[in-house]
């Protein structure tokens, strides 16, 4: 059984509720992400992609308005002890493509479609491995 604290990524880059939506383009640029989880102090309030910049700027929205603002949608969220299958469900349901992880209030971790798609590929691989392991053919005499 694989759960979500096994293939989440820690260290998630976060900012802040007052920054703008050019400060999170440019966040997301700096380091090469997707989204950022919003938060108001060190609570997770929202979520930020680029999915959502991008329809801002095309929807003529100021790259100088604050993320408070923006009108994010409910931030939806995962137990790191959660399977693996539940999050993906979740996701499915929600049609999102990343869950920020939780644990006790605080977020420890994001786990995303592709993360889960990874550690599917890897079971699968790790599956066909040990079956090749284990078969030998039978030898034939003629």
Same mark, same amino acid.
């Given at each position: ?22 400060? %999170? =383009? !440019?966040? &997301? ?6 989204? #950022?989880? *919003?938060? $108001? @102090?060190?609570?997770? /309030? +929202? ?39 539940? %999050? =993906? !469900?979740? &996701? ?6 990343? #869950?920020? *992880?939780? $644990? @006790?209030?605080?977020? /420890? +971790? ?33």
């Amino acid at each position: 059984m694989i759960y979500v604290r096994d293939v989440m990524t820690r260290g998630v880059k976060t900012i802040d509720l007052r920054s703008t939506i050019l400060d %999170a =383009a !440019k966040a &997301m640029a700096k380091w090469k992400i997707g989204s #950022l989880v *919003v938060v $108001e @102090g060190t609570k997770p /309030v +929202g979520m930020v992609t680029e999915g959502d910049i991008s329809r801002s700027v095309a929807d003529g929205v100021e790259p100088s308005t604050a993320l408070g603002k923006f009108g994010m949608k409910r931030l939806l969220t995962v137990a790191q002890d959660e399977k693996v299958e539940v %999050a =993906a !469900k979740m &996701m499915s349901d929600a049609r999102v493509k990343k #869950l920020p *992880v939780m $644990e @006790g209030g605080a977020l /420890v +971790g994001i786990i995303t479609q592709t993360d889960i798609v990874g550690s599917t590929f890897s079971l699968v691989t790790s599956l066909k491995e040990m079956v090749e392991a284990r078969y030998r053919p039978p030898d034939f005499e003629m």
